[in-house]
């Protein structure tokens, strides 16, 4: 009998570690209400919370506020970082083909994502993007450990071939149902404030809100989004229908003499 209590005791102080038994954290720190993201990885990469004056609408525009940096020089570009960062305060978006990038904490387990490329992607894949406003999901490729500066760096790209549309806003999910040697995936203090409608940057309770309350009514849970990004794509085109409508009205006409060549015409 005494034999049989010690072993019920040695089980019940086991209970309470298997039910903190946790898998990594998805890095989402909120920046300063207004302030750019100063170290890069704290944040999923694209998202809108790197717009001037920290969300679309808010500032100039274009991405980044005026002579901020995003932390490039660590561990990402360690040359001309300067340069780069003041071309990506010119754009007013993100790349239409570019990566999304998610950061852990700790390891993850590839066999909990989706099966690479997703060519027919569902808001019930354990990692997903979708239309922002639509929540139509989009084809991608997904691969974790991309990254040989930064460890344990989930990746996910748009399908090649198939870009995201211009000036359009889009969101990428992580589910619970990623884990790691631990247990599931496990979302930030930041991210849970926000998430649940109740953080200290408006910005960013502006920027995910709508998107959380969007997805829920497409049937994923709140609590199963372990973390998100949201961001909107670059135009792509603008540039080029101003020079069409400002420089081509001002040209004269091209005129072709056939006359010593009356076969071609």
Known sequence: MVRLLSVCAF??????????????????????????????????????????????????????????????AVDVFRNNTDAIEKALDLLDGFGTTSAIFFFFDGPITPASLPTSPVLTPALTDSVFCANATTAVPVPVEVKFDVDT???????????????????????????TSVSGPGGAVQPSTDWTSVRDGASANSDADAIFDPVVSTLVGHGVPAASIAGMTVFTTQSTTADLLTIQSTVLPAQAVPTADFTSRPELV
């Open 11 to 72: 089980v019940l102080t086991l209970i309470p570690a298997v039910a903190r038994a946790a898998g990594p954290t998805i890095q989402f720190t909120l920046p300063a209400l207004n302030a750019t993201p100063s170290t890069f990885g704290t944040l999923p990469f694209p998202d809108d919370l790197y717009f001037d004056q920290g969300r679309p609408g808010d500032g100039d525009g274009t991405l980044l506020n005026s002579g901020a940096t995003i932390g490039l």
């Open 149 to 175: 500066r930064i460890p344990n760096v989930l990746a996910i790209l748009p399908l090649p071939g198939r870009p995201l549309a211009p000036g359009t806003t889009y969101t990428c999910v992580v589910t």
